[in-house]
């Protein structure tokens, strides 16, 4: 089997696979229908005279303004506590209580004035989205939520257009978010960078109207530290500035667009998130009465319809929201019927625009229930003809107060009917993509199931069948191309990727079925304990309590995994008795080898202590309040006192330390680090500089904002450039290896009496001749080294020694690990490192544990094969360490810090580094081991080195021979069988890209039929996109695992080449 087919074949795997997860995407995450329709003063939105006229007043449009102006300061992050009045004289609990004590003494000197309320934000609770709300009063979606750093410009019809086309002059300052949103919408503006979530203090110095950095603080510090309340007290003063300069015409609007997390986060739905605060404040009274005792709850979409009838502006098109009706109770000493009467003009209005919204959209996108849709009619036409026949009676005679009141009750009714309908059908799906992209994941995964099976079949023609689907793959997706510029729907990528992933997989599937029907049981992956802990890991994910509990069900059934192949080792009767060890740190002697059981029980010890450890590191979800996350996420930044952080300190500088000289150790153990390969010297050199930048940085970005102020651009350039030397340094090492990845020292010495026999003249002419003649080259290294040694030094003539050829491939794969683990540190907080070390252990525990179940592969010319076990069992390590190092399926988990490590300039022109940078830190662990998961396959012919098997005595004629020693080959002996070498590391990759993509299918299909459960926006939905991201993460960094592998092994050929030619001279 040729490398090229290895890749090529996987290739077209993830394609299948990616291609079934963009056609459920489409039917399941989707936006609605945005119309293009926009309101005008020209234009009522219904039939019907309005209470008090104002079309024909100056400044009127459907209805006369009671404002000129309205200064709006949005504040980004402002939860509702923040607000909250606090009695005076009491110590406050947290540091954000009663800071803003402005607003509270307005509300208790001028009642009449302002008015505090709960303002309910619907998520996500993302900053875009809610701004979004803020102008349209409409609802985005939850696929919306991906957009939140590349906010495109708003078609739909919103405030700031309204302001504009009605000669309004809008100027702004704060957050650049908006220049995307509305972009020349202003009259004058001065945006200021946003994204960076550690600056407190850009903004707030430039602007007025707009506050975000109470966002940046959260994030940054979380609510509960001093340097919020730092923060309150300065938007306070600001606030105090604006009241004192507030003109009679002129509303005052302070809002938050969403709350946040005690840990500072936001973009989910819990109470903190969605509970922010609005303060409304005029220089006239606005309120008839003063107000509750308890705030008012108000929808965000609610203020839209209110500011634009405040201001006499056309309620934008879209809005479904309804107004705020304290605000239209006309002048404190109004009688109750006029106040009643203006409140039913303005909610009549407000139900017009909202049921012609109604009838536009469904005639668009005919996706509202249609029978909801004819009783939300029913009773607005019930509603209009009474508020009519009211105007008509007012014309002649008294009208009574609870007669408007229960017209008011009945176009309250409606509005919130249609909001709730509009929320309900706006999670809107198409079944059919949802069902196509399910059965395409479902048949991916049969394939990976069945070709996994067929890889060690020499004569199974891959070659031929692959080109074939692919072919037909292509000519179906050009039939689908053409059936849609006919029907002239537009060529929709995600449908043209998978129906020509669809019919290149049912012509391979086809071609199989042609073939014969192989034995079922090849095709089980493992035996039956594996195949219940698949099931299990499959219908657990149909569970929203599981899915919350995941990160303590991970590690429990990689334990239960682990006794599992101790036991196993039992049942087979290599746990007590003594026999060939599989450990790569032991000496073959007997007595070693007679204590194989208790080196099993210590690894397995060993395994479950390291599995509880890392669970010290854990993020509860926000779903578990009575959970309390690990404080050793937080930064060291945020630890108090000089003592106790320069410990943590000395921890992760100590973990830093272990970590470099593991790897040292193991190369020099292996024979590799006596290499004098440019990627080993960069080990040897390059390692200790990528940890020293590693420790600088920490030690500067932990104590920055203690740093003199006249070494703060100092401090600050270093912790900017420190992060990009250790990313530079990790690419020239990579780029080294790549270069000359064979890291094989090697001796020559005298001629050897014994010459390789060849059964060719000259150098090897053919690739045959090449895997003939490598291995006697290998064994007659060993032979030579072998007899030196024994015979006191020199006795033996040495012809040639080369060190850490046994372990060259795995050598590269460790060597690629550790160059990339020092970025993925740098985007973490620094006591990370402490999980990641414990984590490296586990996984090296791990691995010799699961060489001792495989046992070693000596005198096995092949198919070599990596149990689905040890696949499991790396597929579930890679899962507890995401969620081991402090990461959850949530996006208010998402470690947005990452973005800015190395880079905090330059997001605004694109999303795609910070993207990379949050991306690298969220799946790290899919990336480092998708990347090791050759060494399943290399591990133990590793541990083959340090224990050599003795043959059976035989008896030939009578007289009992001496027993010989077989020399190991390592890893030298996958070039004994190169077809089994390449089929077994395409199988490898099947049986990775099986497991993998069966835990895809089970998100697909939970998010598929409890898509109307309550917990599927909060749980299933987000779960059902970090899988999907998870594996397009994992199947690339497979890919490039593999194609290392192969990389080494083209260089091994060439060196063997080379060696041989030399020999000839």
Request: proline share 7%; net charge neutral.
């Amino acid at each position: 089997m040729l490398k090229a087919l290895v890749l090529f074949f996987l290739a077209w795997v993830c394609f299948l696979f990616y291609a079934g997860i963009a056609l459920f995407t489409s039917g399941f995450l989707l936006t609605r229908l945005e119309l293009t329709n926009h309101s005008s003063c020209q234009e009522l939105p219904g039939k019907g005279p309005l209470v008090g006229g104002g079309r024909g007043e100056p400044g009127a449009c459907w209805t006369a303004p009671r404002f000129s102006r309205a200064v709006i300061v949005l504040i980004d992050a402002l939860r509702f506590d923040f607000v909250q009045p606090w009695p005076g004289g009491l110590p406050a609990q947290y540091p954000y209580l009663g800071k803003l004590g402005s607003i509270q003494h307005l509300l208790e000197t001028k009642p009449q004035h302002a008015r505090l309320y709960r303002f309910l934000a619907d998520p996500p609770t993302t900053t875009m989205q809610r701004l979004k709300a803020l102008t349209t009063g409409s609802l985005p979606t939850f696929i919306d939520a991906g957009s939140n750093f590349a906010s495109y410009a708003i078609q739909e019809d919103n405030l700031i257009a309204q302001l504009n086309n009605t000669g309004k002059r809008v100027v702004f300052m704060g957050d650049d978010t908006w220049k995307g949103l509305f972009p020349e919408a202003f009259s004058q503006a001065f945006f200021f960078p946003s994204f960076n979530v550690k600056d407190l203090h850009t903004v707030d110095s430039g602007i007025l109207e707009h506050l975000y950095p109470t966002n940046h603080c959260g994030h940054k510090h979380g609510p509960h530290h001093p340097e919020m309340a730092k923060k309150l007290n300065q938007m306070d003063q600001v606030l105090q500035t604006l009241v004192e300069r507030l003109e009679n015409d002129t509303l005052l609007v302070v809002a938050g667009d969403h709350g946040m997390t005690e840990t500072g986060d936001h973009g989910g739905d819990s109470k903190p998130e969605v509970m922010a605060a609005l303060f409304l404040y005029s220089s006239l009274p606005l309120f008839p009465r003063a107000p509750p005792e308890d705030p008012e709850v108000v929808p965000q979409v609610n203020l839209v319809p209110t500011l634009a009838l405040l201001l006499g502006l056309p309620i934008p098109f879209g809005n479904i929201g309804e107004v705020i009706v304290d605000l239209f109770s006309g002048e404190v000493d109004t009688q109750p019927l006029a106040t009643a009467l203006a409140q039913a003009s303005a909610y009549h209005l407000n139900a017009q625009q909202v049921s012609r919204f109604l009838h536009a959209y469904s005639l668009a996108a005919q996706d509202l229930p249609p029978e909801e849709l004819q009783r939300l009619q029913d009773l607005f036409s019930s509603a209009s003809s009474e508020y009519k026949r009211l105007l008509d009676q007012l014309k002649t005679e008294e009208v009574r107060e609870a007669d408007v009141q229960a017209l008011i009750s009945q176009l309250r009714l409606f509005l919130q009917g249609a909001r709730t309908a509009c929320t309900e059908t706006w999670a809107r799906f198409r079944p059919a993509r949802m069902i196509g992209g399910t059965v395409l994941l479902a048949f991916t995964c049969l394939l990976c199931l069945v070709t996994s099976g067929l890889t060690s079949s020499p004569d199974f023609p891959f070659l031929g069948l692959l080109l074939k689907s692919v072919a037909w793959g292509l000519v179906g997706a050009a039939l689908l191309a053409g059936g849609l510029i006919v029907g002239r729907t537009g060529l929709d990528p995600a449908l043209l990727c998978s129906g020509g992933a669809a019919t290149s997989l049912v012509a391979f599937l086809w071609a199989l079925k042609w073939r014969g029907k192989p034995p079922m049981a090849i095709f089980l992956p493992g035996p039956l304990p594996i195949l219940v802990l698949l099931f299990l890991r499959f219908a657990a994910l149909f569970s929203d309590s599981f899915v919350l509990a995941e990160a303590r069900a991970a590690p429990f059934l990689l334990c239960s995994l682990s006794l599992f192949v101790v036991a196993q080792l039992h049942w087979e009767g290599r746990l007590l008795v003594g026999g060939p060890t599989a450990s790569c740190l032991s000496s073959p002697t007997a007595s070693v080898a007679r204590r194989e059981g208790p080196r099993a029980l210590g690894l397995l010890v060993g395994l479950l202590l390291c599995v509880r450890l890392s669970s010290l590191f854990h993020r509860c979800p926000e779903e578990t309040p009575v959970c309390q996350s690990s404080p050793w996420l937080a930064p060291l930044s945020s630890v108090g006192g000089g003592q106790a952080k320069n410990l943590w300190y000395g921890a992760c500088l100590g973990a830093l330390g272990v970590l470099v000289l593991s790897v040292r150790f193991w190369l020099r153990r292996c024979g590799n680090l006596n290499s004098s390969a440019p990627s080993i010297l960069f080990v040897r050199w390059g390692l200790p500089l990528m940890a020293l930048g590693t420790a600088a940085h920490w030690a500067l970005a932990s104590g920055s904002d203690e740093a003199p102020p006249r070494l703060q651009a100092l401090v600050s350039g270093a912790v900017i450039g420190l992060p990009r030397v250790v990313l530079g340094l990790a690419a020239i090492g990579l780029g080294l290896l790549l270069w000359q990845p064979v890291t094989v020292l090697v001796k020559t010495g005298a001629s050897s009496p014994n010459p390789i026999v060849v059964p060719f003249v000259g150098p090897p002419a053919s690739q045959a001749d090449l895997n003939y003649v490598v291995p006697q080259i290998y064994r007659r290294m060993q032979e030579a080294l072998r007899g030196k040694l024994a015979g006191g030094g020199g006795q033996t003539p040495l012809a040639l020694a080369a060190y850490g050829l046994g372990s060259v491939y795995s050598a590269a794969v460790v060597t690629t690990l550790a160059l990339l683990v020092f970025p993925l540190l740098l985007l973490h907080t620094e006591r990370i490192i402490l999980a990641f070390l414990i984590l490296f252990l586990q996984s090296f525990l791990l691995l010799q544990l699961l060489a001792a179940a495989v046992g070693t592969p000596a005198g096995s010319p092949g198919p070599f094969s990596v149990p689905w076990l040890a696949i499991s069992a790396w597929a579930l390590t890679a899962t507890q360490t995401f969620y081991s190092t402090g990461h959850q399926p949530v996006f208010p988990a998402i470690h947005w810090n990452a973005a800015f490590v190395g880079f905090p300039e330059g997001h605004d022109s694109s999303p795609v580094l910070p993207a990379l940078l949050v991306g690298a830190n969220t799946f790290a662990s899919h990336l480092l081991f998708s990347v090791g998961c050759p060494l399943l396959l290399l591990w133990p012919f590793v541990c083959e080195g340090h224990s050599s098997t003795k043959k059976k005595k035989s008896l030939t004629s009578g007289t009992e021979e001496e027993g010989e020693k077989e020399e190991p080959l390592m890893e030298m002996r996958l070039r004994d069988a190169p077809h089994h070498f390449n089929a077994a590391l395409l199988q490898l990759g099947l049986k990775y890209l099986f497991i993998l993509g069966v835990q895809v299918l089970a998100c697909v299909l939970a998010a598929s039929i409890l898509r109307r459960h309550l917990m599927v926006w909060k749980v299933f939905a987000p779960k059902f996109i970090f899988e999907a991201v998870g594996f397009v993460v994992s199947s690339v960094a497979l890919l490039l695992g593999v194609a290392l592998v192969m990389w080494v092994d083209r260089a091994v050929g060439s060196w063997f080449k080379q060696l041989i030619l030399s020999q000839e001279r």
